[in-house]
């Protein structure tokens, strides 16, 4: 191939509408992710939140994580960051920078990815999941896809193909490393009840016949061991193969809340999907973009130094991810550099068994003992009341009732969660928004108290019966009766 030829190359004018796809639906979900923050973060991690980011940032002498909150924080701030993040993901989704030239969508991207770099690297324990980091990477690879004036770079495509492969490999392999479930194919049996937040049709897939369960766990390893490796093939096998990750991921979305980790999973696999292949699915879609549009001019060699340098530090940075893949010790939503970039990826390498929630009840009476009239506060995502069917909430994230989840998992005796039962005790404005009820109406409660139970999805003829979607059975109470003015139990 002499230069000529490799040059041609380098430009897969039969990506466009994969294009479209990616930049326009990862710019589709900064604006979630944003709008995520700008509700939550202030009550979370603000000025007056649980664990507030002023003492966070107090705390390092010199702070190494790349992050616009460096010097100062502030709510104002942070409502001003995510406005801005907003506005840009908007433009982004409407076309708007894609019509000027390519360093145009380049520049916007950038900027999602270093304001939502901000926000996650102050966000503590409330940021701490993995489709922080692929949201993250997502948009600083699309960046380099161009503008509607210039083909999209192979090359580019082929690193987000890189993307999604580590995405579902990764996933596939702590599957495997992981617990015997997986291995005997029983994974399941539990986890349609027992994931973080289910949604409205968790209960249904939980009660589907056993051999079906044990279908779909088979399913799910040739989906992430087996055809990752086909995105790298010919079309139109690749565009087959990312038809199988959407429709798997579909699934999930469907049957669970994982906030935009399917979604991106489903939106990056269309780099792998060409115009005509996408032409025979939907005959709307041109088979050929540029007879459709019209041609461009040739794209410029200055974009194309642009492209390939980006594309050979990210081939760079896939040294390590590439190496945690086939390591024994396998890291789970790992990053190997500060700025978040080629990660690893994974989840649920083991499955929870039993579903304990957590669950908080305040009351106004003076004496907490006896037969005092205690009250369940309710959450927007996780499971409580026990006929009410969970909602559909991905893409948006939930993050306080996501860190609900993992309470049992760890220990309840959380620094934040004692400064949200503060919060409650002083029924503090802004937190009591986070939540779906508060059973007092925005008074203060004099007690609150803590305790655990068993949840397990009724079953047909329990539901019939009772009306309810859930059992539940008490089982201990980790935090007794606490006040603001007589702490019966442990108190931040």
């Not at 400064?419 to 109406?441: E, S, V």
């Amino acid at each position: 191939m002499d230069c000529v030829d490799w040059l041609a190359w380098l430009d897969a004018p039969e990506y466009e509408f994969a294009r479209q796809v990616l930049q326009r639906g990862v710019a589709a979900l900064y604006f979630v992710a944003f709008l995520s923050t700008l509700n939550q973060f202030p009550a979370l991690l603000g000025e007056r939140g649980l664990l507030p980011v002023p003492e966070f940032l107090a705390a390092f002498t010199r702070f190494r994580r790349p992050t616009l909150f460096r010097w100062r924080y502030s709510d104002g701030l942070l409502r001003g960051l995510c406005a801005a993040g907003l506005a840009v993901s908007a433009l982004l989704v409407a076309g708007v920078p894609q019509m000027g030239p390519p360093w145009i969508p380049l520049i916007a991207f950038l900027a999602l990815w270093l304001l939502y770099m901000s926000i996650v690297n102050v966000g503590q324990t409330f940021y701490g999941f993995g489709w922080e980091m692929l949201l993250l990477e997502a948009g600083f690879t699309v960046g380099f896809l161009g503008s509607n004036q210039t083909e999209p770079p192979r090359t580019v495509l082929i690193l987000i193909v890189w993307l999604v492969f580590r995405l579902e490999f990764g996933a596939g392999m702590i599957k495997i490393r992981g617990g015997s479930e997986w291995r005997d194919l029983t994974a399941l049996y539990y986890h349609h009840e027992t994931q973080p937040m289910p949604g409205p049709l968790s209960r249904q897939a939980h009660l589907l016949p056993k051999p079906l369960h044990r279908i779909e766990v088979v399913g799910n390893h040739i989906a992430q061991l087996v055809v990752p490796f086909l995105l790298f093939a010919p079309q139109p096998v690749a565009g087959v193969a990312a038809g199988v990750v959407v429709v798997t991921q579909l699934w999930l979305v469907a049957s669970g809340n994982f906030a935009w980790l399917n979604w991106m999973a489903i939106v990056l696999a269309f780099a792998a999907v060409s115009d005509p292949v996408a032409h025979a699915v939907i005959p709307a879609i041109p088979a050929d973009w540029n007879a459709a549009t019209g041609a461009r001019p040739e794209t410029p060699l200055w974009w194309l130094a642009i492209t390939l340098a980006a594309s050979v530090l990210l081939v760079v940075l896939s040294y390590w991810p590439l190496r945690n893949l086939f390591s024994r010790r396998q890291l789970m939503n790992a990053s190997f550099n500060r700025w978040q970039l080629v990660n690893a990826y994974g989840a649920f390498g083991t499955v929870t068994k039993q579903r304990i929630e957590i669950v908080v009840q305040g009351t106004l009476d003076e004496d907490p003992d006896g037969g005092a009239d205690w009250r369940e506060y309710g959450f927007k995502g996780k499971p409580g009341e026990l006929r009410r069917i969970p909602r559909q909430w991905a893409p948006y994230h939930l993050r306080l009732d996501w860190l609900m989840w993992f309470l049992p998992l760890r220990t309840v005796h959380e620094e934040w969660f004692y400064a949200f039962l503060g919060k409650l005790l002083a029924a503090d404005r802004q937190m009591l928004r986070l939540l779906r009820h508060d059973p007092f109406d925005g008074a203060a409660p004099r007690w609150v108290r803590v305790r655990s139970f068993h949840y397990r999805f009724a079953s047909r003829k329990e539901f019939r019966e009772t009306g309810n979607r859930w059992v539940r059975t008490l089982l201990s109470e980790p935090i007794p009766a606490t006040s603001l003015r007589r702490p019966k139990g442990r108190q931040r």
